[in-house]
């Protein structure tokens, strides 16, 4: 899953950046933003029951509990997000494909 979505991601940012050079500014924001969205600093046990599957959304957060739940034994895994995990990574691999895909034709002349 953190291949898909890092893929995914990598390949929408590289399309982006062919065309508008400045995006490598916006970028160590939007890494930084992710990653206080994400459960890197805290469990996802401090978010409400109401708000876990909207929480689960973000494709990260079934990936960070994962490995958690695999290296701290008393770690509660919330199954639904490792599927909804799968389903947006997969997701957003296959728009990365085919956003890069669709403007790799142009990459000679803008370059």
């Keep these: 899953m953190a291949f898909c979505i890092t893929l995914g991601a990598g390949l929408f940012v590289a399309t982006m950046n062919v065309k508008y050079r400045d995006i490598k500014y916006i970028v160590p924001f939007i890494v930084q ?5 994400s459960p890197v600093g805290y469990s996802s046990n401090v978010i409400p029951e109401k708000f876990k599957l909207l929480y689960s959304l973000n494709p990260l ?7 958690r ?16 995990s799968a389903i947006v990574s997969v997701i957003l691999l296959f728009l990365g494909v085919r956003f890069f895909n669709k403007f ?3 990459f000679a002349d803008i370059i």
């Design 61 to 67: 957060v079934g990936v960070i509990d994962g490995f």
């Design 33 to 37: 933003f992710g990653m206080y969205i």
């Design 69 to 84: 739940w695999c290296f701290i034994p008393y770690a509660e895994l919330y199954l639904p997000s490792i599927f909804i």
């Design 104 to 106: 790799e034709q142009s």
